[in-house]
T-cell receptor, first 111, second 113 residues
Framework: SQELEQSPQSLIVQEGKNLTINCTSS?????LYWYKQKYGEGLIFLMM?????EEKSHEKITAKLDEKKQQSSLHITASQPSHAGIYLC???????????FGQGTRLTINP | ETGVTQTPRHLVMGMTNKKSLKCEQH?????MYWYKQSAKKPLELMFV???????ENNSVPSRFSPECPNSSHLFLHLHTLQPEDSALYLC????????????FGEGSWLTVV
């Protein structure tokens, strides 16, 4: 099994709806990174969480790291077509800046 | 624009060719990374350079040969590749100590024919 599991693998939502993507680790996280990727392109950094219970927001995207530092969620409020893409969580599980990644969540926003 | 530039963006090569991927970062970072992204597989860490020394070689076949001549440049030399090596190769950089943001380039699409 993978060290980092993302769910769901794909998500289709109506524009304006809220959504949540989850990322679960089998190990304690030293850092949890969220990235967005458009198909075939590079990763765009969204947020990084380190402390248990930490929550960060950027525009309509909020990410949380649970108290035990083994799970993170990414929540998008009032989704827009510009939110479409692949969301990837990356985890530093060794405290060494060497990230392992989940398989990604492909988000489609229907107008 | 993330400050990490990769060239070429697309490369098609035969199995007997030798080619190189180049990465340059303009962020003043001291660690650089190569990742591989294949269809239906998670991003895989290949190599890590910290302060120009290789600190991670993640069981990558020897037909991939990294080079880090200075803290701003990273190369991936390719020779006698296989079709299954076709993938998106992503370069990244950061400060080497834990807890720093890791920035990625746009990637180089490699097709081996």
């Amino acid at each position: 099994s993978q060290e980092l599991e993302q769910s769901p693998q794909s998500l289709i939502v109506q524009e304006g709806k809220n959504l949540t993507i989850n990322c679960t680790s089998s190990k304690t996280l030293y850092g949890l990174y969220w990235y967005k990727q458009k198909y075939g392109e590079g990763l765009i950094f969204l947020m990084m969480l380190q402390k248990g219970g930490e929550e960060k927001s950027h525009e309509k995207i909020t990410a949380k790291l649970d108290e035990k530092k083994q799970q993170s969620s990414l929540h998008i409020t009032a989704s827009q077509p510009s939110h479409a893409g692949i969301y990837l969580c990356g985890a530093d599980i060794r405290g060494a800046q060497k990230l392992v990644f989940g398989q990604g969540t492909r988000l489609t926003i229907n107008p | 624009e993330t400050g990490v530039t990769q060239t070429p963006r697309h490369l098609v090569m035969g199995m007997t060719n030798k080619k190189s991927l180049k990465c340059e970062q303009h962020l003043g970072h001291n660690a650089m990374y190569w990742y591989k992204q294949s269809a239906k597989k998670p991003l895989e860490l290949m190599f890590v350079y910290s302060l120009e020394e290789r600190v991670e070689n993640n069981s990558v076949p020897s037909r991939f040969s990294p080079e880090c001549p200075n803290s701003s440049h990273l190369f991936l030399h390719l020779h006698t590749l296989q079709p299954e090596d076709s993938a998106l190769y992503l370069c990244a950089s950061s400060q080497s100590n834990s807890g720093n943001t890791i920035y990625f380039g746009e990637g180089s699409w490699l097709t081996v024919v």
